[in-house]
């Protein structure tokens, strides 16, 4: 089974501040782990994934993620946030096949 | 803008109406998704069809029927639904069945509203 949680249902940051979305993930096996985004009205848009190799993945749109084996976890960073990084964010966790499991979603709110 | 397209954007139908969902996937893929995102609930897979087989079918109720004629293109055929099916309906596709390390690629979503 696999299984995925986002702890926190929204996250507020200061426009040019450091940003962090946790997530911590429930697998056996390798963990294949994505971080998705979406706008209001918006399908959701892939940022980027981890599947093994550097814990350290960079994705699109100066986002990057920390996976953690020891703590099970695949936080989303980025170093300096924009108003328009306000959105929906999901991270996923996928080692079945098709079976893509979703967090429940955290809502970024970037403050000017 | 992702190279998948979900029409209608929204729809709004009675519980005795039959409607049906379109996608399509302009990127070459030959898996393909149903997601139901209701408010305050993780995504939900509903079905996924690889190589127009479908491969998965998550106890999704017999109202819900999908169909996949090729590989570039998914319909949900919906009859008969209930008001706790109004969501945001997302298709999404993948390049290689059943690869765990793939990612998904989504459309924008039908917002359906039952009333």
């Known amino acids: 089974a696999q299984s995925v949680a986002q702890p926190e249902d929204q996250v507020n940051v200061a426009e040019g501040n450091p940003l962090t979305v946790k997530c911590t993930y429930s697998?056996?096996?390798?963990?294949?782990l994505f971080w998705y985004v979406q706008y209001p009205n918006r399908g959701l848009q892939f940022l980027l994934k981890?599947?093994?190799?550097?814990?350290l993945v960079k994705g699109s749109y100066g986002f990057e993620d920390e996976f953690n084996k020891s703590q099970t976890s695949f936080h989303l960073k980025k170093p300096s946030a924009l108003v328009s990084d306000s959105a929906l964010y999901f991270c996923?966790?996928?080692?079945?096949?098709?079976?893509?499991?979703f967090g429940g979603g955290t809502r970024l709110m970037v403050k000017p | 803008e992702t190279g998948v397209t979900q029409t209608p954007r929204h729809l709004v139908m009675g519980m005795t109406n039959k409607k049906s969902l379109k996608c399509e996937q302009h990127?070459?893929?030959?898996?393909m998704y149903w997601y139901k995102q209701s408010a305050k609930k993780p995504l939900e897979l509903m079905f996924v069809?690889?190589?127009?087989?479908?491969?998965e079918n998550n106890s999704v109720p017999s109202r819900f029927s999908p169909e996949c004629p090729n590989s570039s293109h998914l319909f949900l055929h919906l009859h008969t639904l209930q008001p706790e099916d109004s969501a945001l309906y997302l298709c999404?596709?993948?390049?290689?069945?059943?690869?765990?390390?793939?990612?998904?690629?989504f459309g924008p979503g039908t917002r359906l509203t039952v009333l």
């Open positions: 990127l070459g893929h030959n898996a």
């Open positions: 981890y599947i093994t190799g550097d814990n």
């Open positions: 996923a966790v996928n080692n079945a096949g098709n079976m893509l499991t």
């Open positions: 069809y690889s190589l127009e087989e479908r491969v």
């Open positions: 697998v056996s096996g390798n963990p294949y």
């Open positions: 999404a596709s993948s390049r290689k069945p059943g690869l765990s390390t793939d990612t998904q690629y």
